[in-house]
């Protein structure tokens, strides 16, 4: 049955469609144009939002948990909780993302998320896992940030496929600190893997980072936070990261990892193309003050802060909160802000041919939006909860 959606107005989000009608057939979008191009099919089921805004769904890179719950638990029904959470925030699709952990427990994880993304297509109207992102165990001492000192390890090829066969080839990013010893074929042979290598958690100098994505990493990981500061005259790996057109790179816009006047300074240098938004989020998200899991450690949470002796540990940011930041931050128009979660990072995943724009023949992913930004409504693969 074909499902249409008719609202006030449609971002793509590069191009704006007023008076949409959107017609949805077997979780795409089979046409798309305004009322005056489009008629709305006989029988077919129809949702309209007067006066709302269509969009495509959010993609979070970069998150760890919600509703109480963390991506590396070996319960079944943890991730359908953490989706739930994320879908009434927008978020069609993600990656859940580890933290470092003992070398044996992160295998039981990326074993159990592995088994979990390839058999997401059985669980419409919910956030689809695209990939695991591996956040940890290459990373460096003297920016670890909270993850466990005595769990880091050296990066190498070999521990790398380790891993990626764990998941059963579902690593789809991999941050990584690029002047540690083996991080440069390692990144390389991520690449061989169709792994995106992220520069972070990083002490590197410039010449150490610029190193790194000339081995093929692509992207950097909440660019500021974990990252050794940038000097004038020594600018390290945020000169590398800020000033390098080869390089995408995401930031927790929630006002406390990163001063609003400093991501209006990134959002400069980096451009709207290749800036995107991710949440960090910790299972603590969408919950009240608490004692919550980080992978295998606990986390204080009061007032919005996620703290661990005395560092940020993750966030409870959610996508759209971090939109409507940036458009007060900036400030942004709504247009804008959406790219930042939809069609930057599928750009980036290599998935833009089918998630992160609405076009004819994508996945169904659309979020409805007010004006202001404040979800309404969210539909997965042709699906509203």
Known sequence: ??????????????????QPIMIVEDERIAALGSREQLTIPSGARHHDFPGKILAP??????????????VMELNPSALATIERGMFKHGVTSYLPTTVTAPLADTLRSLE???????????????????????EGPFISHARRGVHPPSNL??????????LYDASGGTISMLTIAPELDGAVPTIAEGIRLNIHASLGHSNATFA??????????RHATHTFNAMRPLDHRDPGILGAVLSDDRVTADLIADGLHVAPEVIKLFLRAKGIDRSVLITDAIS?????????????????????????????????????????????????ALADA??????????????????????TYRVADVVVLAPSGEVVATMAAGRFA
Do not use: W
């Open 153 to 162: 390890l050296l990066p190498s090829p070999h521990l790398l496929r380790q």
């Open 338 to 359: 959406i790219r930042l979660v939809t069609s930057n990072p599928a750009r980036l995943l290599g998935i833009d041919g089918q998630r992160g724009t609405l076009a």
């Open 1 to 18: 049955m074909k499902t249409v959606i008719t609202a006030a107005q449609l971002l793509t989000p590069t191009e704006t469609i007023e």
């Open 112 to 134: 159990h998320l592995g088994k979990a993304i390839r058999r997401s297509d059985s669980a419409p109207g919910r956030p689809r896992p695209l990939g695991v992102h591996l």
């Open 208 to 217: 150490e980072a610029d190193a790194g994505i000339d081995a093929g990493a």
């Open 57 to 70: 769904g959010f993609i979070d890179i970069h998150i760890h948990g919600g509703s109480g719950h963390d």
């Open 284 to 332: 603590a998200t969408g919950m009240p003050d608490g004692t919550y899991k980080l992978g295998g450690f606990e986390v204080e949470v009061k007032g919005g802060r996620c703290d661990l002796d005395g560092k940020l540990a993750g966030s409870v940011l959610t996508l759209d909160r971090a939109v409507r930041n940036v458009m007060r931050f900036v400030p942004l």
